[in-house]
């Protein structure tokens, strides 16, 4: 690891949000890719983490950190290409399946989404299978993404696309999941259509998709 790999690392680390703004900035200009600042941001929040579990850190640190790895990614986005006549680029319906309250990292998506001029309703924590669908119907969203941490979450999302899909809203509605509960696996295994990392990933999978509509329209 480079020295300025570890400035990053290092600024989530003291929480010091001038000193990580600074440092990515830094990383940008010196070509760094946007996944790999990504990736030493998660590393960062992964320091944070283990010191809110050693009791070092409060939850409020947590949340703080996630407040700096959002500013600093939206810093990272490229310069947004003009947002589209209807003013919108596509509509997400987002949540956090049943049975987990764990919204940091889902705040984190929905927050570069917005960024990025996507449309988002955000259903929020423990979200059971059946407002997913509901809202899917009214909504009508293009993508529709599930968060997780839970050991258990997986089976909830699963749970959630078959629900989708006896609604006949999937696979016509494609379903991005994410969060510690899944992997590219897991995401084969629950029928989702694309796992992502993390909200970059998920920005380009929500890009994809309204392009493939457009060139259909
Ligand atoms: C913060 C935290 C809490 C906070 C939550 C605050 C909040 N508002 O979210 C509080 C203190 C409330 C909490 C409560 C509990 N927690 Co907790 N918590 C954590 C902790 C420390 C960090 C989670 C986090 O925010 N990570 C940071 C974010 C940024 O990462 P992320 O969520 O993975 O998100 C990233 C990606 O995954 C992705 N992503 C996320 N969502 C999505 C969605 C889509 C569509 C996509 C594409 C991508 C994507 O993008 C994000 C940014 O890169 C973890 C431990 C750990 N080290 O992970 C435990 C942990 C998740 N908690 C755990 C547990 C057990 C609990 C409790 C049951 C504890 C208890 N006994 O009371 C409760 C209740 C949980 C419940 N019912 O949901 C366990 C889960 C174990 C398991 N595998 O089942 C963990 C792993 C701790 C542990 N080691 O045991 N918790």
């Given at each position: 690891m480079n020295e300025l790999e570890e400035r990053v690392l290092s600024a989530m680390e003291r929480l010091d949000d001038n000193a990580l703004q600074d440092a990515v900035r830094e990383a940008v200009a010196s070509g760094f890719t946007s996944a790999r600042i990504e990736e030493l941001l998660q590393q960062g929040m992964s320091r944070v983490q283990k010191l809110f579990e050693r009791g070092e850190y409060f939850l409020a640190d947590l949340i703080v950190s996630g407040m700096m790895f959002r500013t600093a990614l939206a810093n990272l986005?490229?310069?947004?290409?003009a947002v589209p006549e209807s003013g919108k680029r596509g509509r997400v319906l987002i949540g956090v399946v049943?049975?987990?309250?764990?919204d940091i990292g889902k705040d984190i998506v929905v927050q570069v989404l917005r960024t990025e001029h996507f449309d988002i309703l955000d259903l929020g924590v423990d979200v059971p299978a059946a407002d997913f669908v509901r809202s899917a119907q009214d909504y009508r969203p293009d993508v529709i993404a599930l968060s997780g941490v839970m050991g258990s979450s997986s089976v909830e999302m699963q749970k959630v696309i078959s629900a989708l899909a006896e609604a006949g809203i999937h696979p016509y509605t494609p379903v991005i999941v994410g969060g510690a509960c899944v992997s590219e696996l897991v995401m084969g295994q629950i029928g989702a259509d694309q796992y992502a990392r993390g909200p970059l990933d998920t920005m380009l999978f929500c890009k994809n998709v309204m392009d493939r509509k457009l060139r259909h329209e």
């Open positions: 986005l490229p310069e947004s290409e049943s049975g987990d309250i764990h």
